[in-house]
């Protein structure tokens, strides 16, 4: 799978709560690897995930633009957002609902869940809608999830 | 229209997964619709795996799933004013 994007396509990266450190660091280099490809990357979150974010991120060099997940989610429901491509991370229950929710109201798009934490595989096996799936139980250390999602992108050599 | 957390909402179920809250609102009301993501309920769009079913009880109130990333997912019951007409009018009776 290419990572070069269409023109004008559009990557929605859905981030869950940011206690599980990973989270963040596979979310910077998640949002460069899009941005490089050629996508025109929206981050949604809470307001802490959100600025812990911009704060890692100073000159933005990963971080695009930003928007509350509430909003976003309002705002897809009703149709004033589109993404062709739609990651999702996953480390509880309220993920895996968002990534269902996302699934629902972009049926489209291509949708990448990235169920992560403690408890992965056990959260990964509630998956059953359709989408691509990475999954690592990953805490603190992102190394290995980010080899599953060189895979997925086809960023692995 | 007022956000869900202004309308002091009774927590039934709290860090509960959508299939313990679909499970519930099904034993405990006569009265269920089925909603898909993102139906808005007063500012909340919901979350969840779809179909997600609501709750009318009394005729004036809703059990609704409300879900937060850090918090997991409550089962939450308001005063649903107009939106239980609402929610009888664009609900499903099924799954």
Redesign the interface.
């Given at each position: 799978m290419t990572t070069q994007a269409h023109k004008n396509e559009s990557a929605l990266l859905v981030?869950?709560?940011p206690?599980v450190p990973v989270q963040a660091a596979i979310g910077l280099y998640l949002a460069g690897r899009l941005g490089e490809g050629g996508y025109d990357v929206l981050s949604s979150?809470?307001p802490?995930?959100l600025v812990l974010l911009r704060v890692s991120d100073i000159k933005k060099h990963y971080i695009g633009r930003t928007i509350d997940?509430?909003r976003c989610?309002?705002e897809?429901?009703e149709g004033k957002r589109d993404a062709g491509l739609c990651v999702v991370f996953a480390h509880?229950?309220?993920?895996?609902?968002?990534a269902?929710?996302m699934r629902?109201?972009l049926p489209e798009a291509r949708l990448v869940v990235i169920v992560f934490g403690r408890n992965a595989e056990e959260l990964a096996a509630g998956v059953?809608?359709p989408c691509e799936k990475v999954v690592e139980k990953a805490v603190h250390n992102p190394g290995r999830l980010k080899k599953g999602i060189d895979e997925v992108f086809g960023w692995r050599a | 229209m007022a956000c869900i957390d202004e309308l002091d909402p009774e927590v039934l179920l709290r860090g509960?997964?959508?299939a313990e809250c679909r499970a519930l609102v099904e034993k405990r009301c006569r009265e269920v619709y089925y909603v898909?993501?993102?139906?808005?309920i007063f500012d909340?769009?919901i979350?969840?795996?779809?179909p997600i079913a609501v709750g009318v009880e009394e005729d004036t109130f809703i059990i609704l799933p409300y879900?937060?990333?850090?918090?997991?997912?409550f089962l939450i019951r308001v005063s649903g004013g107009e939106e239980v007409e609402r929610l009888r009018r664009k609900g499903r009776r099924r799954p």
């Open positions: 981030f869950g709560c206690e979150g809470n802490s995930v997940l509430d989610i309002g897809v429901a509880n229950d309220a993920g895996i609902s968002y269902a929710s629902y109201l059953e809608f | 509960a997964s959508f898909d993501p993102g139906y808005a909340t769009h979350i969840g795996v779809p879900t937060k990333p850090c918090y997991g997912t």
